[in-house]
Structure formats: structure tokens, C-alpha cells
């Protein structure tokens, strides 16, 4: 089954990474190898500043665009991977060694594909 890891960040989160950027980025590029080479990766992406987003409601008929992700949050949606794994057990294992995951936040979502 293919699951979407998505990573949270926040100012606090950016920080922490600030002084060890290349150690983190050496954890990360080790577990890509990692899931490349089991079969398990399909693919993920960072995601621009969440300053550079816009949220769109449509409320009677008409658009409203606000800056941002969410008005009031200091986390943000900063990328996602996916993976395709055996069980969520192992996909919250993988999840759980992504460096994000000490710094904030990771979500682990199924993904529904059509049967």
C-alpha cells in the first residue's frame, strides 16, 4: 500500500536544522538509498516557503484568497514523501526516522487509489 509521509516545520524546527544542515541532509540522503534500494520509495518533494502559498475558500459563489497555509499556525506543510510498503506499521517506521520528525512534525496518510 502507498503512503504519504507528509513533513511539518516550523521557526523552531528551521532552526534546530540551521547549525547541521549537512548532517541532516546526510540522514536523509542515507534513508533514500535506503527505501530506493528495498522498493519502497515512489517519490516526494520539498515544498516552497509557506509565505509564497495562497488558501482558497469559495464562499456563496465567490473566491476568497488569503496568504499563507493557515492563519493562525506556526507549522507548516514544508514536503511529502511517498511510499509503498507493507503495512503502516512500517510506514511510521520510516516516518519516524525522518529527521522532521524529531525536529516537528510527521503525518502518515494512506493513500486511496482506485481498486
Known sequence: MKYMLLIYSNPASQ???????????????????ELSESGEWVGG?????????????????APAVTDGPFLETKEHLAGYLIVDCDSVERAIE????????RLCAMEVRPIITDA
Not at 534546530?16 to 534513508?31: K, N, R, T, Y
Not at 518533494?45 to 464562499?59: K, W
Open 45 to 61: 518533494q520539498a515544498l516552497a516557503e509557506p509565505a509564497s502559498s495562497r488558501t482558497v475558500r469559495v464562499r456563496d459563489g
Open 15 to 33: 532552526e534546530a536544522v540551521a547549525g547541521s544542515v549537512d548532517a541532516v541532509m546526510a540522514e536523509v540522503d542515507a534513508l533514500m538509498k
Open 94 to 101: 520510516i516516518a519516524a526516522r525522518w529527521p522532521d520528525a
